[in-house]
């Protein structure tokens, strides 16, 4: 498994922006997919943003135009621009080896490997 450490939350205004960094450590983590998960009170964790060991990135549809996913050598960022109050929740850092046999690149059953998250809370 991989050890993921997230920064980088924290609480700002709706329309404004913050960076999540996610350090990866052992010795699959220049292979794995990395992915930003969220789970806000009372709901499901939910896949935000995936990117594949080769760059290939996949989106959320509430999120998409607003967050990027990229990735440079063991770290994992989220670029999140104009925030709004529902994308308050605890964001977590994730891992997979891939070739899932069902879902997607978005299933949170597809990923081994969680970082202890980040809080990230939008004030309108």
């Known amino acids: 498994q991989v050890q993921l450490v997230e920064s980088g939350g924290g609480s700002v205004q709706a329309g404004g922006s913050l960076r999540l960094s996610c350090a990866a450590s052992?010795?699959?983590?220049?292979?794995?997919?990395m992915a930003w998960f969220r789970q806000a009170p009372g709901k499901e964790r939910e896949g935000i943003a995936t990117i594949s060991p080769g760059g290939n990135d996949y989106y959320l549809d509430s999120v998409l135009g607003r967050f990027t996913i990229a990735r440079d050598d063991n770290r994992v960022y989220l670029q999140m621009n104009n925030l709004k109050p529902e994308d308050t929740a605890m964001y977590y850092c994730?891992?997979?080896?891939?070739?899932?046999?069902?879902?997607?690149?978005?299933?949170?059953?597809?990923?081994?490997?969680w970082g202890q998250g980040t809080q990230v809370t939008i004030s309108s």
């Open positions: 994730a891992a997979s080896p891939g070739n899932w046999r069902l879902g997607g690149p978005l299933d949170v059953d597809n990923f081994n490997s």
């Open positions: 052992g010795p699959t983590s220049m292979r794995e997919y």
